[in-house]
């Protein structure tokens, strides 16, 4: 059973902090992925990642980051938090094994910035 | 990158009505096209996909048809039952690693 665990499902942070979201996938999965999901906007790429080291800009990346230092984790970071960064945030991973498969989600993490 | 629309953003359908959901994709090399379904507090799954070779896919009560010309595809659900009630996200993926999310609809399913 494939299992995408994110690190809190819960967070408030001050304006200003530097924020670490954690994710751990456990199926050896080369792509991981973070999104931010707001209402009416779906689930839009902030970053992803094919392989350890290497990460790609997804569709908003402003006032984020990413790091990959081993293949079963990916890590966003909010550099200096803001409010327009309160949003639900799910991690997912998938295999490049074959053409296009299945992306498996985490819990997802609500950080609430005040 | 690849730009996925999804309508309507709202449905409301008696139980045991159909439920149609559309998604257009703007990037003709897409060749992977998934839907996820993610209920109140869960994260989204995976239900059906269909791939850019095949016009159409069933699997008991939901199916997705695919029209590459149009650059368009649909989920169908039949006989719809409380559980259905959910969000749905439409995607379209041109590479393993790169998937674009719809913004998702939201069906309801009355008794």
């Known amino acids: 059973d494939v299992k995408v665990t994110q690190s809190s499902r819960y967070l408030v942070k001050r304006t200003g902090e530097k924020v670490f979201l954690e994710c751990v996938q456990d199926m050896d999965h080369e792509n991981m992925f973070w999104y931010r999901q707001d209402p009416g906007l779906g689930l839009r790429l902030i970053y992803f990642?094919?392989?350890?080291?290497?990460?790609e800009k997804g569709d908003i990346p402003e006032g984020y980051s990413v790091s990959r230092e081993k293949k079963e984790r990916f890590s966003l970071i909010l550099e200096s938090a803001s409010t327009n960064q309160t949003s639900m945030y799910l991690c997912?991973?998938?295999?490049?094994?074959?053409?296009?498969?299945?992306?498996?989600f985490g819990q997802g993490t609500r950080l609430t910035v005040v | 990158g690849e730009n996925v629309e999804q309508h309507p953003s709202t449905l409301s359908v008696q139980e045991g009505d159909s439920a149609v959901i559309k998604c257009t994709y703007s990037d003709s090399a897409s060749n992977y096209f998934p839907w996820y379904k993610q209920e109140l507090g869960k994260r989204p799954q995976l239900i059906i996909d269909?791939?850019?070779?095949?016009g159409e896919k069933k699997d008991q009560r939901i199916a997705v048809t695919l029209n590459k010309t149009a650059k368009h595809f649909s989920l169908h659900i039949t006989e719809t039952q409380p559980e259905d009630s959910a969000v749905y996200f439409c995607?379209?993926?041109?590479?393993?690693?790169?998937?674009?999310f719809g913004a998702g609809t939201r069906l309801t399913v009355k008794p």
């Open positions: 990642s094919y392989d350890v080291k290497m990460k």
């Open positions: 269909i791939r850019s070779n095949v």
């Open positions: 997912a991973s998938s295999t490049m094994g074959q053409p296009n498969t299945e992306a498996f």
């Open positions: 995607a379209a993926s041109i590479s393993p690693n790169d998937m674009r």
